[in-house]
């Protein structure tokens, strides 16, 4: 195929979002820089974009799989385009943090002259703190109410506002770009700065938050530690809250021995003294992601709290994985699986299985669990009788029983139960899980199920 007509197959595909024939099409030579002219415009193809590159068209769809793909191909982001701004600008401009970091690339610290920086900084800034609806009022003219919706930006949890007014449509995360382009540039912006950024608005799953939390986590020092975990005395809840956030971040993805002792008898003061029941079952929460020799005794302070939030945490504080459990934490456990709550009973149930002295009296309240009238607990004992290491025939009966139940995830939960048990009744339950919808080719249960068909047919090799 002609270089042109590669160039043109990877402009349509560009804007029709195909991110796998754009990657085949880069491999085979198209141009990354390829230009979206009229010709090759659709109906549907953004008139901005027509005459420059295509990472511009990946840009202002916000198609960030697409702009990661034709950058990591060798788009140039900092390619300046006639109206003197580049793709990095106009990723910065548009205001999706997903599609700017995709466009940003590597080390723009080195490669970006400190006026681009400059630039780029001022025109985050600008958006974040004018704001989008006034800013796109400025750009406009427009005086009316700005039309905005919640999307996501990363196409799983993260979000962001997504604002129209006057024909232009921006979205609003430019306080999470900011951050990042400071953090790119080396730029240790003060810690309470972030933080009043993170909680703008105070949700977790903001883009805001979720890139502060990310960074700070990332900034190893005892100064920045020592600043966020300060605001764990901030009257504001989100502030508090974003302590216990970035705490749980550096325990999953930057654990260091220097801060665990520190971070366990922060965590374990702060339970100690928190008066607010919704905050003290969070505080609890990350607690136990960390190990502390004091946590039994936090769990056994609180097994009988009055707001089931808090008691819901106390079986990770007493059951620490290969320690054996000492005498008062197995009574605290047993007596948490006849708590009222079902969360409560299920959270005993699972800490508690792996002592063998537990296991009869936790088998019990499965069993009655997966009786119960509330079709929550039913779905909550099938998952967890599915996966334990239960073999008795009343737990296979109990799973047999669950196929009945109107939730098609949880006759699949007991099916398995079944697969793994090899229990002759497996086939039939297979068959009343039922069709399963797109998004389940990889699922274990789907692929535990694979495997008891193969070792049915091929029992000589099993």
């Known amino acids: 195929m002609s270089e042109g007509a590669l160039d043109s197959r990877l402009s349509s595909a560009v804007r029709a979002g195909d991110v ?3 990657r085949v099409l880069l491999e085979e030579g198209a141009d990354p820089d390829t230009m979206n002219t009229e010709a090759d415009a659709d109906a549907n193809s953004d008139a901005d974009a027509d005459g420059l590159p ?3 068209v990946a840009v202002a769809a916000y198609d960030e799989a697409v702009a990661e793909a034709l950058v990591e191909g060798g788009a140039d982001p900092d390619r300046v385009l006639p109206d003197g701004t580049t793709p990095l600008w106009r990723a910065v401009d548009g205001g999706s943090p997903a599609v700017f970091s995709a466009v940003l690339g590597k080390e723009p610290r080195l490669r970006l002259p400190e006026e681009a920086r400059e630039r780029l900084l001022t025109l985050a800034r600008g958006w974040y703190e004018t704001g989008a609806a006034d800013e796109l009022r400025r750009r406009t003219g427009g005086s009316g109410p700005a039309e905005t919706v919640r999307v996501q930006d990363d196409g799983e949890c993260d979000w962001v506002e997504q604002v129209s007014l006057g024909g232009l449509v921006v979205r609003a995360g430019h306080g999470a770009i900011l951050t990042s382009l400071e953090w790119a540039f080396r730029i240790l912006t003060p810690v309470d700065e972030l933080i009043a950024r993170a909680v ?4 977790e799953d903001h883009v805001n938050w979720t890139t502060v939390r990310w960074i700070l986590a990332g900034r190893r020092s005892f100064e920045t530690w020592s600043a966020v975990v300060a605001h764990r005395h901030d009257v504001a809840p989100a502030h508090r809250q974003f302590v216990l956030d970035y705490l749980r971040m550096r325990a999953l ?3 260091d021995p220097y801060y665990k002792k520190q971070e366990c008898e922060f965590l374990a003061a702060w339970a100690a003294e928190e008066t607010d029941s919704g905050m003290l079952a969070k505080v609890l929460d990350v607690y136990t992601e960390y190990t502390h020799e ?6 056994l302070r609180y097994a009988d709290h009055p707001d089931p939030r808090v008691r819901r945490e106390v079986p990770n504080a007493l059951s620490t994985y290969g320690v054996p459990l000492t005498p008062e934490a197995r009574a605290g456990l047993l007596t948490l699986t006849r708590d009222p709550d079902i969360e409560v009973r299920v959270a005993a149930c699972e800490a508690g299985m792996r002592d063998d002295e537990l296991l009869p009296a936790i088998t019990r309240a499965l069993l009655l669990l997966a009786e119960d009238p509330d079709p ?3 779905s909550a004992a099938a998952v967890t009788l599915a996966n334990s290491r239960i ?4 737990v296979a009966d109990a799973l047999v029983a669950l196929l009945a139940h109107d939730n098609q995830l949880v006759r699949l939960e007991a099916a398995y139960g079944l697969s793994l048990r090899d229990d002759p009744r497996t086939g039939e339950a297979i068959d009343r899980v039922g069709p399963l919808g797109a998004g389940f080719e990889d699922d274990h249960r789907v692929s535990e199920f694979w ?3 193969w070792r049915k047919g091929n029992p000589a090799d099993v």
Request: aromatic share 6%; with cysteine; proline share 14%.
């Open 54 to 56: 295509v990472l511009c």
């Open 451 to 453: 495997r008891w068909r």
């Open 200 to 203: 703008d608005p105070p949700d």
């Open 376 to 378: 929550d607990a039913r």
């Open 391 to 394: 073999r008795t025939p009343a």
């Open 294 to 299: 004091g946590q039994e005794a936090i769990g």
């Open 253 to 255: 993805v930057y654990p």
């Open 20 to 22: 796998e024939s754009v």
